[in-house]
T-cell receptor
Framework: KAGVTQTPRYLIKTRGQQVTLSCSPI?????VSWYQQTPGQGLQFLFE???????NKGNFPGRFSGRQFSNSRSEMNVSTLELGDSALYLC??????????????FGSGTRLTVV | LAKTTQPISMDSYEGQEVNITCSHN???????ITWYQQFPSQGPRFIIQ???TKVTNEVASLFIPADRKSSTLSLPRVSLSDTAVYYC????????????FGAGTRLAVHP
């Protein structure tokens, strides 16, 4: 079956702009999570959505937001971009239980560069 | 969520067995141990998960002692393509889907 699809793969934006990233989870997965990965901070949890509701949120400013649609596809938005937002943004989908056999499936990410 | 500690880096040679140990002293009763592998500019990939004793799949084995305060990921006969960062995580059964990643172990496999 198809994996987790993230678009776009690469993105260059200017400080102050906003950006929207998209994630299509594995068919049948209703949970979608977002992570930010930077060399300095590593992999950090942003938020998690299940059935269009945000269930969990990491420690990021309000400029980072997300949503999930009825087909489980998810988008995340970053407003008023800062240089420090340059990162690899990863989306992951998971079956109902984290302790299932296969765990999370991550996409290949969107590499965002803010200039 | 239990904090994990693992070596920052390891070196090995092709064909050798590699064992990466992770410490998770504060693991709770309903926590599982999970390992992910990540290549540069890609998302982490699930390798294996276990609760206690030994779990084996087609790519790795996971050894968990009775006290569950540590675990060891074993990669048999590594190849150059196993060069990656390996993350040990503790996940909670029934908990909200949220993974806490540490710094991971950077494994370098040499010819």
């Amino acid at each position: 079956k198809a994996g987790v699809t993230q678009t776009p793969r690469y993105l260059i934006k200017t400080r102050g702009q906003q950006v929207t990233l998209s994630c299509s989870p594995i068919s049948g997965h209703r949970s979608v999570s977002w992570y930010q990965q930077t060399p300095g901070q590593g992999l950090q949890f942003l938020f998690e959505y299940f059935s269009e509701t945000q269930r969990n949120k990491g420690n990021f400013p309000g400029r980072f937001s997300g949503r999930q649609f009825s087909n489980s596809r998810s988008e995340m938005n970053v407003s008023t971009l800062e240089l420090g937002d340059s990162a690899l943004y990863l989306c992951a989908s998971s079956p109902p239980s984290l302790t299932g056999q296969y765990g999370y499936t991550f996409g290949s990410g969107t590499r965002l560069t803010v200039v | 969520l239990a904090k994990t500690t693992q070596p920052i880096s390891m070196d090995s040679y092709e064909g050798q067995e590699v064992n990466i140990t992770c410490s998770h002293n504060n693991i709770a009763t309903n926590d599982y141990i999970t390992w992910y592998q990540q290549f540069p500019s890609q998302g982490p990939r699930f390798i294996i998960q276990g609760y206690k004793t030994k779990v084996t799949n087609e790519v790795a084995s996971l050894f968990i002692p009775a006290d569950r305060k540590s675990s060891t990921l074993s990669l048999p006969r590594v190849s150059l393509s196993d060069t990656a960062v390996y993350y040990c995580l503790v996940v909670t059964s029934g908990g909200y889907n949220k993974l806490i990643f540490g710094a991971g172990t950077r494994l370098a496999v040499h010819p």
